[in-house]
């Protein structure tokens, strides 16, 4: 069981938003405003799309947006496209003494 | 650029021993932590452990304690994953991260271990 509470799968249609939540407790999400969020196609490793709960490197497009509140934090993706389709992860800085915790993972498909 | 290079693809028995690699480069190895992440097939990434190369500090996730060794040699900016007895359920991808204060900024391409008798 993952520290951090991801919905197993959403979906949506080309041009659509679509929001994947990333639920934890005080100890990390709502404790500190460290959340990131990771994008990973099959066969590939993961890629940061968003960090420090709304920061997006270079390169990322911006359609991708990251929001929090409470306990929860939220990845968006604005005007979907069929090159979205991956899975997503979210992670949180943690006190524990390995420093993050991961989600369990969301599996995104474009309709 | 920062680069994480793994070493290859390993296929291994049942109580075999395996050490992995996961080579840094374009950066300051010493100065960032790295982690590894399992990730068995068609499943979630699982944070194993960390190391800080600098002074060698490793910290395990409660579920890999005791199961595998990180370790790490800073003279040639590598980090490793070690098993002594593996299991077929060690059978995965395995990931190198570096760890950039909150986030993982850099992931290595990964090493697949298949684990059969």
């Known amino acids: 069981q993952s520290a951090l509470t991801q919905p197993a799968s959403v979906s949506g249609s080309p041009g659509q938003s679509i929001t994947i939540s990333c639920t934890g407790t005080s100890s990390d999400v709502s404790g500190y405003n460290y959340v990131s969020w990771y994008q990973q196609h099959p066969g590939k490793a993961p890629k940061l799309m968003v960090y420090?709960?709304?920061n997006r490197p270079s390169g990322v497009s911006n359609r991708f947006s990251g929001s929090k509140s409470g306990n929860t934090a939220s990845l968006t993706i604005s005007g979907l496209q069929a090159e979205d389709e991956a899975d997503y992860f979210c992670?949180?800085?943690?006190?524990?003494?390995?420093?993050?915790?991961f989600g369990g993972g969301t599996k995104l498909t474009v309709l | 650029e920062v680069q994480l290079v793994h070493s290859g693809a390993e296929v291994k028995k049942p109580g075999e021993s395996l050490k992995i690699s996961c080579k840094g480069s374009g950066y300051t190895f010493t100065n960032y932590w790295i982690g590894w992440v399992r990730q068995m097939p068609g499943k979630g990434l699982e944070w194993m452990g960390i190391i800080y190369p600098g002074n060698s500090d490793t910290r395990y996730s409660p579920s890999f304690q005791g199961q595998v060794t990180i370790s790490a040699d800073k003279s040639i900016r590598s980090a490793y994953l070690q098993w002594s007895s593996l299991k077929a359920s060690d059978t995965a991808m395995y990931y190198c991260?570096?760890?950039?204060?909150?986030?993982?900024?850099?992931w290595g391409q990964g090493t697949l271990v298949t684990v059969s008798s």
């Open positions: 991260a570096r760890l950039n204060g909150d986030h993982i900024d850099s």
């Open positions: 420090e709960v709304n």
């Open positions: 992670i949180s800085y943690t006190s524990s003494r390995t420093h993050v915790v």
